[in-house]
């Protein structure tokens, strides 16, 4: 089995990595490209970890996010780890979505708990389950705390309810378009993660595509990026598809990261 670790930058993945491998990793190569491919065994069990370079968006804005796209689409696994820093959960779960869509797999790890609570706030993974069927892991990644849950449920792992954000007609009948034009599934990802990408303007999917089918999705982003703009809706497409994703983390945030009775709350 294959686990791709993916996460923010600076949310505790290296500490998480350390904590399910022992640090016995090797360091690889990902081609064409100059960033390192940390490689581990899982503690106790026949997987294999791959730690993804720290990103904000599967969409690249770097060579470094580029690794992440691409490993997506070319690297053989059974699913993602998506470590999430739960004292920037706003900021973190723009990523998430970009994962969850993608219908692969994935627990979801919710690190920093510890320094949530300083914060005087709790996380309620019931709630956080009402919003995702994923697995989820409460842990402090640099007190060990949880990493023996996540060895154990990482052979649970499954696809229960796949994912499912509405971005408004405009947008969705521009996926509907594309999931058309969309000849094969690769590697398990949902072709409306590959649609949306495109959407988004994620030029590593085109990899898996022909020249035709290329020029064909092009167009109709092309046609999208109009409608939204002249719509007045936001000022790009881009644009608009992050601001769907942001009042959905709006009503995810408010449902669960809650105060804890009595304490001190310094917010985010
Ligand atoms: P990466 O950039 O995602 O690889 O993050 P690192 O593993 O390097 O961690 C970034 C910082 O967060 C380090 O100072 C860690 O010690 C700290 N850190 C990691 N996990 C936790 C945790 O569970 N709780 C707290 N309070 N700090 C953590
Ligand atoms: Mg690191
Ligand atoms: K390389």
Not at 78 to 94: A, E, P
Not at 127 to 149: C, D, H, I, P, W
């Amino acid at each position: 089995m294959r686990f791709m670790l993916i996460g923010n930058p600076n949310v505790g993945k290296t500490t998480l990595f350390n904590a399910l491998t022992g640090a016995n990793a090797h360091v690889g190569n990902w081609s064409g490209v100059t960033v390192d491919k940390l490689v581990g065994s899982i503690k106790g069990k026949k997987a294999e970890l791959i730690d993804l370079p720290g990103t904000y968006s599967v969409t690249p804005s770097s060579e470094d996010e580029g690794v992440v796209t691409y490993a997506i689409i070319n690297e053989s696994y059974n699913g993602f780890i998506n470590i999430i820093d739960t004292t920037h959960f706003k900021r973190n779960l723009h990523l998430t979505i970009q994962l969850l869509e993608a219908n692969v797999p994935m627990m979801m790890t919710l690190n920093m708990i510890d320094a949530l609570n300083k914060k005087g706030l709790t996380f309620d993974i019931k709630k956080f389950n009402e919003y995702v069927s994923n697995e989820l892991v409460l842990v402090s990644a640099r007190k060990g705390e949880g990493v023996s849950q996540v060895v154990d449920r990482l052979d649970h792992l499954s696809v229960k309810k796949p994912f499912r954000l509405y971005y408004g007609l405009t947008i969705e009948k521009a996926i509907t378009q594309i999931i058309e034009l969309v000849p094969q599934t690769v590697n398990q990802l949902d072709k409306r993660w590959v649609a949306i990408q495109a959407l988004e303007g994620n030029d590593g999917i085109y990899s898996i595509l022909s020249d035709e089918e290329k020029k064909k999705i092009q167009q109709v982003v092309c046609t999208t990026e109009s409608q939204i703009v002249e719509s007045g809706d936001a000022l790009s497409l881009k644009g608009a598809i992050f601001n769907k994703r942001r009042e959905w983390i709006h009503q995810v945030y408010q449902a669960c990261i809650k105060p804890i009775p009595g304490a001190k709350v310094e917010n985010e």
